[in-house]
């Protein structure tokens, strides 16, 4: 296991409890790997977060696969807030960022539990549309599975002061 570095600016740490209520609310993020060349690859994605991982649908071919297959570990950011206050010269953010390792889910019954997951994050209650969905597409598409390693949210002085 690897050893992550503290927070610098720890006063503006948010608990685990509220990093995984951002992740549980927040409708997409972008996932960093390592890409051809071991160029940083960054792609918006949506995502579902479930018991300690992260998941994420893709085409079976193509760079964030690729990327995926070279080098296990990953990271993933969440924006939660952006509010810009230009008079103040400051933003007023929260964010959450998730290391971990991510990898190709490969077993047939688990692949299907990751995708009806995501597929009720974002569409919830219509179990007869997403089954319809997946039988249509599944066999189109892999999923991934993001075990996290370290979480950390952070967020603006001016907000955990309540300003």
Known sequence: ???????????????????????????????????????????????VYHKGCLYFHSAVEG???????????????????????????????????????????????EKLAAARLLGNRYNPHQDEALQKEIEKGLHRMLMLRMEIEHLTGKEAIELKRGI
């Open 1 to 47: 296991m690897s050893n992550f570095r503290p927070m610098r600016r720890h006063r503006q740490q948010l608990s685990q409890e509220e990093s995984i209520s951002i992740l549980e609310r927040a409708t997409s993020g972008t996932l960093a790997l390592l890409g051809d060349d071991d160029y940083p690859y960054a792609v918006p994605v949506s995502f």
């Open 63 to 109: 760079h964030k696969i690729d990327a995926v297959r070279k080098h296990a570990k990953a990271s993933f950011c969440v924006i939660d807030q952006d509010e810009v206050h230009g008079g103040l010269y400051t933003t007023f953010f929260r964010s959450v960022i998730a290391f971990g390792h991510i990898s190709i889910i490969e077993e047939a019954d």
